[in-house]
């Protein structure tokens, strides 16, 4: 069973940093792309980040690009998401997701692929102004 767990949100003031870690068990973690998500309310989901398997092929969403960093341990199954310079607006509830087979897509098109089949709970990010 494809279990993933996203841990590290919390609350930071403007301009600082957070670290969200997804730890990930129940499958081969080297043939799936991992990706980031947030929800913020009242808004949609948006796609923030993503990282290919064994080649390290990354995607950033506009609004993150410079400030955010994703990079993956597949040796402890995990994927980190480095938040520096924290805005108000990246507040939102972050979830990961793993896409079995995404890294080809990624690769090739330098987008997240649209098919993230299994989800983490979120965890909650707030910055305060």
């Known amino acids: 069973e494809v279990q993933l767990q996203a841990s590290g949100g919390g609350l930071v003031q403007a301009g600082g940093s957070l670290r969200l870690a997804c730890a990930a068990s129940?499958?081969?973690?080297?043939?799936?792309?991992i990706g980031w998500f947030r929800q913020a309310p009242g808004k949609e989901r948006e796609g923030v980040s993503g990282?290919?398997?064994?080649?390290?092929?990354?995607y950033y969403a506009d609004s993150v690009k410079g400030r955010f960093t994703i990079s993956r341990d597949n040796a402890k199954n995990t994927v980190y998401l480095q938040m520096n310079s924290l805005k108000p607006e990246d507040t939102a509830i972050y979830y990961c997701?793993?896409?079995?087979?995404?890294?080809?897509?990624?690769?090739?098109?330098?987008?997240?692929?649209?098919?993230?089949?299994?989800w983490g709970q979120g965890t909650l990010v707030t910055v305060s102004s």
């Open positions: 997701a793993a896409a079995k087979g995404g890294s080809l897509y990624l690769r090739a098109y330098g987008r997240l692929p649209p098919d993230f089949g299994s």
């Open positions: 990282i290919s398997s064994s080649t390290g092929s990354t």
């Open positions: 129940g499958f081969t973690f080297d043939d799936y792309a």
